[in-house]
């Protein structure tokens, strides 16, 4: 279209097509660098939370542990009332 536009300077036809085609190229454009300004923030903020959520994943680890020796002590206590 655009290239048919160009050829049909003196049109007022043309020209429009012209002036519609050129702003919604610049739109996108903006669009996409905005979509990269975006993605380089996440990024970013993914290498900002990696270390946290490592640390996360630690203490979570060691929680579990904790609980499961706790579980096995209540079952022996259990088992020695019990049994």
Known sequence: ????????????????????LLGAEEQLRR?????????VEIG?????LGPVI???????ESVERRVDNTERI???ISERLTG
């Open 74 to 76: 209540v079952c022996a």
């Open 54 to 60: 490592h640390r996360m994943s630690a203490r979570l």
């Open 31 to 39: 669009r996409s660098g905005d979509v990269d300004r975006a993605l």
């Open 44 to 48: 970013g903020v993914l290498r900002e």
């Open 1 to 20: 279209m655009l290239n048919i536009a160009m050829l049909l300077r003196d049109s007022p036809v043309a020209r429009e097509v012209r002036k519609y």
